[in-house]
C-alpha cells in the first residue's frame, strides 16, 4: 500500500516547501526567490517525469495513506488521469512561473504573490493524486483558500468584490460537496477510485439518493468549473495578475472543478451506472448550455480578458459534454481537451498579459497593428485562438473531432450541431482580434507602452513562455499520433476505463485511411 | 408527631419562595447591591431547602446536606465578596452602582 | 510498554490539581517570581496530563478515593476519556497560554494578580473535570467563574470592569440554579455521586425540575444565545491571554459539565422538546454570532462574537444526543478543536493589537503585512474554525455533519454547513486588511514568543486534522450512566 508513496509526497512538498519559504522573504531577495521559485518547479517537473518513467517503464505503483478517522483515509495515488492532470500542471506552472517573474517585476508584494502561487499548485497537485473522493474534496479547499489572496492581490476595491463573490460561489460549493462527501461516504465507506465506479451494489436501494449526491456533486465541483449557472465569478476574477488569471484559468481551478466531476463519473459512480440512473443527459445538457452561453458572452465582451474568461467558461464545458457522452470516443475528446484547452488557453492570457504589460492594450479595439508591433506574440495569440475555434490541425481540432464522433457513437447526433454552432460563435470572437492585429493599422500612439526599444518586442521572460506554450499547442495537434502526444494517453486512460483495448488502433482507422 | 412530619415540609416550601423571591429581585432590581443580596437571597433559599431534606430522613438527621450547606456557605460568602469589591470598582470606574442598560456591543 | 505499567501505580489526577494550585501559591508568596512559576506549572502538568490520557487510553477510566474516604462522604477523583481529553486540551493551550502571557505582561503591575489567578483558574478546572459528584462540581464550577471574573476585572476601566460585573452576575445566577438542581437530586436520591445518581433517577417530577434548572444554569454560563449578551463584551476587553483562556477553555468548562450530566446522570430523563429547542437556540447562536462577527469593527470584537456563533455547535449534543448515545463525541471533538484554535486566534489578535496600539479592523493592515508570522497563525487557526481541511475544524465538521446525517438531521445539516460559510465570510474579512495596499511596518517592537506561540498553536490545529482517530479511541474509555 505505501510502495512508493514517498514519491507523491515530495511531488507535493516540491512546491509546498518553497512556497512557505518564499512567504518570509523580504521583497528584496530577488535571486534567493527566483531561485527558490524555478527551483521548486523544475525539480517538480523532474520529479513527475521520473513517476512517469517508474509508472510507464518500470510498471510501479505509487501510493500513500494517512489515516485521518477510524476507516476514512487520506490517500494519495498515482494513476494515468492523475498524471495527465499532474503533468499538465507541473509543466504549466513551469512555464508560469517564469512568465510571473517576467510580469511582476518591480510591483510591490511578490513573495506573497509567489507564496500562494506555490500553495496553489501543491493543492492542484494534490487533487491530481487524490486517491479518494474525501482527499479530492480537501485539497480542493485548500485550492479556495490559496487562490483567494491571488485574486485580491492588487488590494482595490474591485479585486476585494471579485474576491468576496469568489468566495461565496467557492466556499458555498464546498459545502455542498462536503455534504455530499459525508453521505456518499456514510453509504459506500471510503472507497479508492476505481474504474467503473464502486457504487453499482447500492443503485438497487439507493438510487434516487444516488441522484441527490450526484448532483451535489456536480454542482460542488461545477463551481470551479464555471459550470452554468454557477460561473459568474470566473469573469470577475479577471481583476488578478495576469500569470494568476492564466493559471486559475488554464489550469489550476476551473480544471479542478472539471477533473472532480471526471473523477466522479468514471471512478465514483462509473459510466455505466451514471448512465443507468439518467444522470448523464442533464449534465449534458447543461453542458451544451455552457457552451453556447459562454460563447455567446464572449462574443459581446469587448475587455480582452473577459472575452477570454467567457471562453473558458465555454471550452471548460467541451470536458464535461465529453465524459456525459458516456462513450469511449466522446471520453477521448473530452479528457484530451482538459490538457488541449489548458495550453492553449493559457497562451491566450499570456498574450493578452504581454499586450497589457507592453503597449497598455486592455480591449479588443485597441489591438489594431498590434501584430506589426508585437508579431511573436501576436503568431502566438493567433496559432491558440485559431485552436480553439478548431481550425485543423492545430490541438482544438483533435478535440471537437473526437467529441464529435463522440456524440455520432452515442446517437446524440444534435451534439454535432451544437459543436459547429459553438465553433462557429467561437470564429465570431476569436477572429476580429486576429484581423484587426494583423491587417488594421495604428494611428497614434499606444494605450501605455513599456519595454520599447530593446531587441525583443517584449521583456524576454514575457515573450519565452509565450512562445513556448504557443509551440505545445501547435505541436499537440500537428503530432497527435505519437506515443508520447496526450492524445494517446488520454486513449489509453479511457481504453483502461471502459475496459476496451483497441480504441487507438480504432481510432487511428479514421484517422488514417 | 404531626409537627415532626409537617416542619421539613415548611422548610422546602420556604426555600423554594426564598429562591423564587431572590430570582425575581436579581432580575428587576438595577442596584448592584440589590443584585448581590438577591443572589445572596436565592441561596439561602437553596440552603433551606437542603436543610429541610436533612430533616426529613427516617433514622434521625442526615448530616451529608449540612456538610453541603457549610460549604456552600463558605462559596457564597467569597463570591459576595468578589462581587463586593467589583461593585465598588465599578462604581469608582463609572460613577453609578448599577449596570448599563445596554451592553456595549461594539 | 513498560515504563507505562509503572507510571499506572503512580496516582497522576491529583497532581493535576495540586500542580496549578502549588504554582498559584507560589506565584503569590513570590510574586518576584510569579511568571516563573506559572511557566514551571505548564512545563509539568501537560506532561501530566499526557500521561494520564494515556494510562486512560490503555487501562480505561480510573477512580481515585482521595485519603481513602469513600463518597458521599469522601471526595472522588474520576479520570476517565473525556475528562482525560479535556485536561489535555486544557493542558495544551494553557501552556501557549503561560508562555505567551511572559511576554505579553512584561513590567505590568497587573502581572502578579493575572498569574495567581490564571493558575487557580486552571486548577479549578482541573478539579472540575476530575469532579465525579454533583455537589463537587458546584464548588469547582464556583472557583472557575471567581477566577475568571478577576481575569475579566484585570485589564481595569470602565468597560472591562462592567463585562466582568455582568459576567459574575449570569454565571452566578447559573450557579444558583446549578445547585437547585443538586439540592433536588440529592432530596429525591440521596446520593451525589454521578454514577449512583445515574444509577437510580427515572422519570418524575424532581428529577425533570433538576434537569432544567441545571440544564438553565449552565446554558447561561456557556452564554448559549439569546443569554450571550454578557460574552462579547468579557471576552473582547480582557487582556489577550484571558480572552484566549476564557473564550478556548472556560466556556468548555460548562459545556462539559453539561455533557456530563446528560451522559451520566440524566439519560432517562425523556424531556421531550429539548432537543428541538437547543437544536433552536444553536441555529440563533451560530446565525446571531455570526451576523455580529461580520458587523463588528473592532478584531477582538469579531473573535468574541465567533465565539457566539461557535457556542451555537456545541448545543447540537441534544439532538444528537437524543438520535443515538455516541453522538456526543462528534461534538466533544469540534470543542477540542475550537479550543484551540480560538486560543491561537485571541493570542494573535493580541499580539497584532499590541503591535499596532489598536486593534480597529480596517487600520491593521500594516501591522498584519508587517507580522507575518502572526497573519498566518491567524489565518491558519481561522481556516480552522471554517472548517477547511488539514485542520482540527475540519474533522470536526465532518463528524457533526456525518452525526447528522447518520440521524438523518438534515436541519443540523444545514446549519453547520451554512454557520461554516459565515464563519468563512467573518474569518476571511479578518484577513482582508492585509491585502490591502500599503507598507509593511511590524509596529511596536514585541517580544518573539508572542509571535511564536500563536503559531505553534496554529501548527497544533493541523495536528489535531490528524488526530481523529486517537481521539475518539480515547473518548470510547467514557464513563456513561443510566441505561449504558
Known amino acids: 500500500m505505501e510502495t512508493g508513496g514517498h514519491m507523491l509526497l515530495l511531488i507535493l512538498l516540491s512546491s509546498l516547501l518553497p512556497g512557505v519559504a518564499i512567504f518570509f522573504l523580504k521583497e528584496q531577495q530577488f535571486a534567493l526567490r527566483t531561485a527558490l521559485n524555478l527551483g521548486g518547479a523544475s525539480l517538480k517537473f523532474l520529479l513527475i517525469i521520473a513517476l512517469l518513467v517508474g509508472v510507464y517503464r518500470d510498471g510501479k505503483t505509487y501510493s500513500l495513506s494517512v489515516n485521518l478517522l477510524p476507516g476514512i483515509d487520506l490517500v494519495l495515488a498515482a494513476d494515468a488521469l492523475s498524471l495527465l492532470f499532474a503533468t499538465l500542471s507541473a509543466v504549466l506552472w513551469l512555464v508560469t512561473t517564469i512568465y510571473a517573474i517576467g510580469y511582476l517585476e518591480d510591483s510591490p508584494n511578490r513573495s506573497r504573490f509567489f507564496g500562494f502561487f506555490s500553495l496553489c499548485v501543491s493543492a492542484t497537485v494534490g487533487i491530481a493524486f487524490s486517491g479518494n473522493l474525501i482527499t479530492l474534496l480537501i485539497f480542493y479547499e485548500i485550492l479556495t483558500l490559496a487562490t483567494w ?245 492545430l490541438a482544438g481540432f483533435i478535440s471537437k473531432w473526437y467529441l464529435g464522433l463522440g456524440a455520432l457513437e452515442a446517437g446524440l447526433a444534435w451534439v454535432t450541431v451544437v459543436l459547429v454552432v459553438s465553433s462557429l460563435l467561437n470564429a465570431l470572437y476569436f477572429l476580429p482580434p486576429i484581423l484587426r492585429g494583423w491587417f488594421s493599422r495604428r494611428e497614434g500612439p499606444w494605450p501605455d507602452e513599456r519595454h520599447g526599444g530593446g531587441r525583443l518586442e517584449t521583456h524576454w521572460m514575457l515573450l519565452l513562455p509565450t512562445v513556448a506554450v504557443a509551440t505545445m499547442a501547435l505541436g499537440m495537434g500537428l503530432l497527435a499520433s505519437l506515443t508520447i502526444s496526450p492524445l494517446y494517453w488520454v486513449t489509453f486512460i479511457v481504453e483502461f476505463e471502459y475496459g476496451y483495448d483497441h480504441i487507438w488502433s480504432a481510432i487511428f482507422e479514421w484517422e488514417t485511411p | 408527631m404531626t409537627v415532626d412530619v409537617i416542619s421539613p415540609q415548611i422548610y422546602l416550601l420556604c426555600g423554594v419562595l426564598l429562591f423564587v423571591l431572590g430570582l425575581h429581585a436579581l432580575v428587576v432590581r438595577r442596584h448592584l447591591l440589590l443584585k448581590i443580596l438577591a443572589v445572596n437571597i436565592m441561596g439561602s433559599g437553596v440552603f433551606m431547602l437542603l436543610l429541610g431534606v436533612a430533616a426529613r430522613g427516617e433514622g434521625g438527621i442526615d448530616p451529608v446536606p449540612h456538610a453541603l450547606v457549610i460549604t456552600g456557605i463558605v462559596v457564597a460568602v467569597s463570591a459576595t465578596a468578589v462581587a463586593l469589591v467589583l461593585m465598588l470598582k465599578v462604581k469608582a470606574a463609572t460613577g453609578l452602582a448599577r449596570l448599563p442598560l445596554s451592553g456595549p456591543e461594539d | 510498554m513498560p515504563w507505562m505499567d509503572v507510571m499506572a501505580d503512580m496516582a497522576l489526577a491529583p497532581w493535576l490539581v495540586i500542580l496549578p494550585l502549588a504554582g498559584a501559591l507560589l506565584a503569590g508568596l513570590w510574586p518576584a517570581a510569579a511568571r516563573w512559576w506559572g511557566l514551571l506549572t505548564g512545563l509539568l502538568t501537560l506532561p501530566m496530563a499526557l500521561l494520564l490520557a494515556l494510562q486512560v487510553h490503555a487501562h480505561g477510566p480510573m477512580v481515585l478515593y482521595l485519603g481513602g474516604w469513600v463518597p458521599p462522604l469522601g471526595i472522588a477523583l474520576v479520570a476517565d476519556g473525556l475528562a482525560s481529553l479535556m485536561l489535555l486540551m486544557t493542558a495544551g493551550v494553557g501552556l501557549a497560554i503561560s508562555l505567551y502571557a511572559l511576554g505579553y505582561l512584561t513590567g505590568e503591575t497587573g502581572g502578579r494578580w493575572f498569574w495567581i489567578l490564571w493558575l487557580w483558574l486552571w486548577a479549578a478546572m482541573n478539579a472540575l473535570y476530575l469532579s465525579g459528584d454533583v455537589f463537587n462540581l458546584y464548588v469547582t464550577l464556583e472557583l472557575v467563574v471567581l477566577a475568571s471574573v478577576a481575569l475579566v476585572a484585570l485589564a481595569g476601566g470602565a468597560a472591562p470592569l462592567v463585562a466582568a460585573m455582568r459576567y459574575l452576575l449570569v454565571s452566578l445566577l447559573g450557579s444558583m440554579a446549578y445547585l437547585m438542581g443538586v439540592a433536588l437530586l440529592y432530596g429525591s436520591y440521596g446520593v451525589l ?122 448545543f447540537l449534543l441534544f439532538p444528537f444526543l437524543r438520535a443515538f448515545p455516541d453522538g456526543w463525541k462528534a461534538v466533544v471533538f469540534f470543542a477540542v478543536a475550537h479550543g484551540v484554535a480560538k486560543a491561537a486566534v485571541f493570542l494573535a489578535a493580541g499580539t497584532l493589537q499590541r503591535a499596532a496600539g489598536h486593534d480597529r479592523l480596517a487600520d491593521l493592515g500594516a501591522v498584519m503585512r508587517g507580522r507575518l508570522k502572526t497573519s498566518f497563525a491567524l489565518g491558519i487557526a481561522g481556516a480552522s474554525l471554517v472548517g477547511l481541511p488539514f485542520t482540527g475544524g475540519f474533522i470536526a465538521k465532518w463528524l457533526l455533519v456525518q452525526t447528522a446525517l447518520e440521524a438523518g438531521l438534515w436541519i443540523w445539516v444545514l446549519m453547520v454547513l451554512g454557520g461554516g460559510l459565515l464563519a468563512g465570510a467573518y474569518v476571511f474579512r479578518l484577513l482582508g486588511p492585509a491585502f490591502q495596499p500599503g507598507p509593511a511596518d511590524p509596529g511596536q517592537p514585541l517580544p518573539a514568543v508572542m509571535e511564536w506561540v500563536p503559531l505553534a498553536l496554529a501548527l497544533l490545529t493541523i495536528g489535531l486534522g490528524f488526530a481523529g482517530t486517537p481521539v475518539l479511541s480515547l473518548l470510547t474509555r467514557t464513563l456513561t450512566g443510566g441505561g449504558g
Open chain 3, 193 to 314: 455521586d454521578l454514577q449512583g445518581l445515574g444509577a437510580q433517577v427515572a422519570l418524575s417530577a424532581a428529577p425533570m425540575l433538576a434537569a432544567a434548572l441545571m440544564t438553565v444554569g449552565l446554558m447561561a454560563k456557556s452564554a448559549l444565545f439569546p443569554l450571550h449578551v454578557w460574552l462579547p463584551p468579557a471576552h473582547g476587553s480582557a487582556p489577550a491571554p484571558v480572552s484566549a483562556a476564557l473564550s478556548a477553555l472556560v466556556v468548555k468548562v460548562s459545556f462539559y459539565l453539561m455533557l456530563r450530566l446528560w451522559l451520566t446522570v440524566f439519560p432517562a430523563l425523556p424531556l421531550p422538546g429539548l432537543d428541538m429547542l437547543m437544536g433552536a437556540l444553536a441555529m440563533g447562536a451560530v446565525l446571531w454570532g455570526g451576523l455580529m462577527a461580520l458587523r463588528a469593527s473592532r478584531l477582538k470584537q469579531v473573535v468574541a462574537y465567533s465565539t457566539v456563533a461557535q457556542v451555537g455547535y456545541l
Open chain 1, 149 to 393: 489572496p491571488l485574486v485580491v492581490h492588487r488590494g482595490t476595491a474591485e479585486s476585494f468584490r471579485a474576491g468576496r463573490v469568489y468566495l461565496a460561489y467557492t466556499l458555498l460549493g464546498g459545502a455542498v460537496l462536503l455534504g455530499a462527501v459525508v453521505w456518499l461516504t456514510l453509504l459506500a465507506g471510503s472507497e479508492p477510485f476505481a474504474a467503473g465506479g464502486y457504487l453499482r451494489d447500492l443503485s438497487a436501494d439507493h438510487g434516487p439518493v444516488l441522484i441527490m449526491i450526484f448532483a451535489m456533486l456536480m454542482a460542488g465541483f461545477g463551481v470551479k468549473a464555471a459550470l452554468l449557472p454557477l460561473h459568474s465569478w470566473l469573469p470577475r476574477a479577471m481583476v488578478a495578475p495576469a500569470p494568476v488569471s492564466a493559471l486559475l484559468h488554464a489550469v489550476a481551478v476551473v480544471k479542478a472543478g472539471a477533473f472532480g466531476i471526471v473523477r466522479v463519473l468514471n471512478d465514483v459512480y462509473g459510466v455505466d451506472l451514471a448512465a443507468d440512473l439518467g444522470v448523464t443527459l442533464p449534465l449534458l445538457l447543461l453542458a451544451v448550455l455552457t457552451i453556447i452561453y459562454g460563447s455567446v458572452r464572449a462574443v459581446f465582451a469587448e475587455d480582452l480578458k473577459q472575452r477570454l474568461a467567457f471562453s473558458t467558461i465555454s471550452q471548460v464545458s467541451y470536458i464535461i459534454l465529453g465524459v456525459a457522452l458516456a462513450g469511449p470516443i466522446g471520453a477521448v475528446g473530452g479528457l484530451v481537451h482538459l490538457v488541449h484547452q489548458g495550453v492553449m488557453k493559457i497562451t491566450l492570457f499570456f498574450c493578452a498579459g504581454n499586450f497589457a504589460e507592453t503597449l497598455g492594450i486592455h480591449r479588443v479595439d485597441e489591438m489594431r497593428g498590434v501584430g506589426r508591433r508585437m508579431p511573436w506574440t501576436m503568431t502566438a495569440f493567433t496559432l491558440a485562438a485559431l485552436g480553439m475555434i478548431g481550425i485543423p490541425p
